[in-house]
């Protein structure tokens, strides 16, 4: 199974990597819902989350939990949220969504786009946080 995060993981296509272990990768969601909007993989490859070994979905979370508070810091927001959808690629993440109000964390809503430039300011402010 070879989706766009494999290939983002073996670096063969680019993305705004935040941070990664062993084990996950966290990078800039190219289409996000607000600013500093996330996404955490494992690097197995599995389709659908809860198929996950026990223990990377125990790990998943103290994962995103780095990334979050590095996102606070780098974003005005009230929280960040946490979602599994999982069905716009088929292999397993969350979503990490700096939020000040709930619904900016509905699918439905318009996406954001950034320059190169602005990716690039955001990504090194969030890697100074983290």
Partial sequence: MSTIFSKIIKKEI?????????????????????????????????????????????????FSKKISVALEKSVSCSRVGLKVVGLEVPHAHVHLIPFKNEKEMDFINNRLKFSEDQLTELLEKIKVNL
């Avoid at 990664?20 to 989350?49: A, M």
């Fill in 14 to 62: 680019p993305a705004h990597i935040i941070f990664e272990d062993k084990n996950f990768i966290s990078f800039l969601d190219i289409n996000p819902l607000t600013i500093g909007h996330s996404l955490v993989v494992p690097k197995v490859e599995t389709d659908y989350i809860f198929d996950l070994e026990n223990k990377y979905l125990e790990q998943i979370l103290t």
